[in-house]
């Protein structure tokens, strides 16, 4: 049986909520939102950040995945997270949106590395603004560097469902998204691992000539990878075979990009990736890494 270590899944918390929909103005008091707005969202009304935790460990015993990276999906609740991590470390990595933009940044990313004990700088270029080899992003990397911590950085397509199904304005500039910016700033710190979701999301050949670049990033298969439409006749079998190609096993990280319950883990996403990966001839050794053992080499428990 297959160890699974999924790399992408986003904690929406009530905070989560209360943040998204506060930040766009809409009048409800703030205790209301996260009720209301997962009965529009028809998702089941998060409770406690200690609940919602355990919600998920609930969901990742029943498919038998060992451990999981959860995103805090919005600057402010790196709490939540950090509540789920503390509460079972052994099942879960914690990584926070952060905006290096905000006035707040240093002192907001000193504490999630540190008193939270989050692993992973997630950040969204193309939603708050920034090109990812900015001097902002450099203080990112020193502070990863020196916290042990990774860079996620979402790179290529952004688009994010509860916004769009809440209505919500996502005026992203996706050229922002530039894998060969990163890899101009990744290279600048070779041990911090830097993952990019998605394969890219669209900047497939982008993302693979970071990767050869640069020997510290990675890329998560997570989604449904829809971006493959911009590639007329893109298989998923075929996205495997050239990111195998050039980076091997050891550069790619499984992930579904789970979120919300009752839907919960994705496993859907899971089995077109072994498909994928089967038809593509990936070896069990290989596979063996991308589902579980890169993760361990990056996020090994105890650390
Ligand atoms: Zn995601």
């Not at 707040?104 to 540190?114: F, H, I, N």
């Not at 298969?221 to 996205?239: C, F, I, Q, R």
């Not at 996403?269 to 993760?295: H, K, T, W």
Request: charge should be neutral.
């Amino acid at each position: 049986m297959n160890t699974i270590c999924d790399v992408h899944c986003h904690f929406f918390s009530s905070r989560f909520l209360e943040i998204l929909v506060a930040s766009n103005r809409q009048h409800l008091p703030a205790a209301e939102h996260s009720t209301v707005i997962s009965g529009l969202l028809g998702w089941e009304t998060p409770t406690t950040p200690e609940e919602l935790a355990d919600r998920w460990v609930r969901e990742l015993d029943l498919h038998k995945v060992s451990r999981a990276a959860l995103i805090a999906s919005i600057p402010g609740d790196e709490d939540s997270v950090g509540i789920a991590v503390a509460k079972h470390p052994s099942r879960f990595v914690g990584f926070f949106m952060f905006d290096p933009t905000a006035p707040d940044a240093g002192a907001r990313l000193k504490r999630a590395l540190g008193d939270l004990r989050l692993r992973g700088v997630a950040l969204f270029p193309a939603m708050h603004k920034y090109r990812l080899d900015d001097e902002r992003v450099d203080a990112v990397f020193k502070a990863a560097e020196e916290q042990r911590a990774a860079v996620f950085a979402h790179c290529g397509v952004l688009t994010v469902g509860v916004r769009k199904k809440l209505g919500l304005a996502s005026p992203f500039d996706l050229r922002l998204g530039d894998p060969l910016s990163l890899s101009a700033m990744a290279s600048r710190y070779p041990t911090v691992p830097v993952i990019i979701p998605h394969f890219g999301a669209g900047f497939l050949r982008e993302a693979l000539i970071a990767v050869d670049q640069c020997p510290n990033i990675h890329l998560d298969t997570s989604s449904s990878n829809s971006w493959m439409k911009y590639h007329p006749g893109l298989t998923l079998d075929a996205v495997f075979r050239q990111a195998l190609r050039v980076g091997g096993p050891e550069r790619l990280l499984f992930g579904t990009d789970s979120s919300f319950f009752p839907r919960g883990w994705q496993r859907p996403l899971y089995d077109a990736q072994l498909e994928a990966m089967a038809l593509a001839g990936v070896g069990a050794e290989a596979q063996a890494r991308i589902l579980s053992g890169n993760f361990e080499r990056l996020f090994p428990l105890n650390s």
